[in-house]
Every structure is written in structure tokens, then in C-alpha cells.
């Protein structure tokens, strides 16, 4: 699938309302805690589709000597169209331009573990609750 990757330093409401989309109505996730006051820190790697619609997103940000990747999802229409691969690839290649970091960390749902190992993470630790939800550390160098 074509796709145009567009890479901005803030949260705009197109990236807002997917988000929303797929973490709080599909999840069940609380809307407070899905827009942090700290976007403007982030950088945000998002896939848009011929038409110029948001299909895919994540975000990351450096702390210390890792790079934090998050935030990670995929329209749910446009879901099983390695698109998820995709995006995280096009995430590592900005990471890697523009960062002299190689260690990639991520919180992975426990249900997608299989998703980001097949991506080259691999679990580190054991599961922990975030947002009340299982989760697992993952890192990948890159």
C-alpha cells in the first residue's frame, strides 16, 4: 500500500481524534491520559493514504541515551496491511537521521508482543500495569 510519511514536532487535531479513536473508544482507555501537555516534546511519524487521510501513527522521544517509542496504531480499517511494520520502520529511519541513539523502548499491549517481536524488539523484564492495562517492556537496537 502507497503512503506519504509526514513528520512533525506537534500534536495536531487530525492526530488527536485517531487517537482517540483507536485508544479511548476502541480501548477503553480514560481521554485524560491520552493527551499528555508535553506533545510539543515529541516527534510525531504519521502515514496518510492517497486521499490525505491519517492511517497510521506513533510518536517518540529521547530520554537520556534511549529514544521512546509510543503511541503506536493503525487505523482500523487499514489494520493487516503490514502497515504497523511499515510505520515503525519509517519511525526508526527518522530516529536514526536525526538521533545518535540506537537503543529503541517501547511499552507493548501483551496481546501485540508478537506483533513488535516479529518487528526485531524483544521483551525485556516482567509484565507491568500501565493505565491498569498489562504491558511489557520492549527494546530493539537499531
Avoid: W
Avoid at 502507497?2 to 487530525?14: C, F, L, M, S, W
Avoid at 515529541?42 to 491519517?54: A, E, F, I, P, R
Avoid at 508482543?113 to 493505565?131: A, Q, S
Amino acid at each position: 500500500m502507497q503512503y506519504n510519511v509526514i513528520i512533525t514536532y506537534d500534536i495536531n487535531d487530525t492526530i488527536k481524534s485517531l487517537r482517540e479513536e483507536v485508544f479511548c473508544i476502541e480501548q477503553g482507555f480514560p481521554k485524560s491520559v491520552e493527551i499528555t501537555i508535553d506533545e510539543h516534546l515529541y516527534t510525531h511519524v504519521s502515514l496518510y493514504n492517497k486521499d490525505n487521510q491519517l492511517i497510521a501513527y506513533c510518536r517518540f522521544i529521547v530520554e537520556d541515551t534511549i529514544v521512546h517509542l509510543g503511541r503506536i496504531l493503525v487505523r482500523k480499517e487499514y489494520r493487516n496491511n503490514h502497515l504497523g511494520s511499515s510505520l515503525i520502520n519509517e519511525a526508526e529511519k527518522v530516529i536514526k537521521n536525526t538521533t545518535s541513539i540506537n537503543e529503541v523502548v517501547l511499552h507493548a499491549q501483551y496481546q501485540v508482543v508478537p506483533f513488535y517481536e516479529k518487528n526485531g524488539y524483544k521483551v525485556v523484564g516482567d509484565m507491568f500495569l500501565e493505565e491498569n492495562y498489562p504491558h511489557y517492556k520492549m527494546i530493539k537496537y537499531i
